[in-house]
């Protein structure tokens, strides 16, 4: 009798034994799957990374571009001097040569309606 009982102790332990091989293998594949999605993000991580200006080296363009900039800045600034003072002159123009037509359809009304 006490053969048979440690026949059944035996066989469950095995059983346990068992079921906890299995755990384990279970276990180590999921370690290993998520270690291999990790290894997906660090290599997305790394490709986002390597997208990235370094600050050295923008703030280095960030310089020239401003230079850039104020270049074009001090140009447009300057065509745009003369461009006023031209329409200024243009404006100026205009207004005599109105003065002056007036002037002249005064003079040729007052000729034709005085002789």
């Keep these: 009798m006490k053969k048979v009982y440690i026949d059944k102790y035996i066989e469950v332990i095995e059983a346990r034994l068992d079921g906890m091989d ?19 993000l660090r290599e997305e991580v790394l490709t986002d990374r390597s997208q990235f200006m370094r600050t050295e080296v923008y703030a280095a363009d960030r ?3 401003q230079q850039w900039k104020e270049s074009v800045n001090a140009s447009v600034t300057k065509l745009m001097t003369k461009y006023d003072s031209r329409m200024t ?6 207004i005599v040569a109105v ?6 359809l005064v003079v040729l009304a007052f000729l034709r309606f005085s002789g």
């Design 63 to 65: 310089k020239t571009w």
């Design 89 to 94: 002159m243009a404006n100026w123009i205009s």
């Design 22 to 40: 299995r755990a384990a293998v279970l276990k180590a594949n999921e370690i290993d799957r998520r270690l291999e999605e990790h290894n997906k």
């Design 99 to 104: 003065v002056v037509t007036f002037i002249n």
